[in-house]
């Protein structure tokens, strides 16, 4: 019988919305206003891909996240859930320090 591992289904839950919410609100409030804009579109281009490759590994990630928890695969790969867990941990840690540095809120 598969086992199903709480902890791990809600980080993937809690991925996916964040999957959700990068792809969703970053188009609206990073990627629409950076393509209007008069950047040179080399540099608009790379922070687009950058900004991609962020929601690729977010969805993969609440992937395997989830066939984690939910027991189907990945459940005796407790090395690949750690790595998933460090990732993001240092993910949020460049927003955390530039919301300290510059005094405001940066939500990502």
């Known amino acids: 019988m598969r086992t199903k591992n709480k902890y791990w289904i809600i980080a993937g839950i809690l991925n996916l919305i964040t999957f959700f919410l990068h792809l969703i609100g970053g188009q609206l ?3 629409n206003p950076m393509v209007e804009s008069s950047l040179i579109v080399e540099k608009s281009s790379q922070l687009i891909g950058a900004w991609n490759m962020a929601t690729i590994i977010l969805l993969v990630s609440s992937y395997v996240l989830l066939s984690a928890g939910f027991g189907k695969k990945y ?3 407790t090395q690949m859930i750690k ?4 990732l993001n941990l240092s993910f949020c ?3 955390i320090i530039a919301s300290f540095y510059y005094g405001l809120l940066v939500p990502q």
Do not use: S
């Open 29 to 31: 409030d990073l990627v």
């Open 75 to 77: 459940t005796g790969n």
């Open 83 to 86: 790595l998933i867990g460090y």
């Open 93 to 95: 840690l460049p927003f």
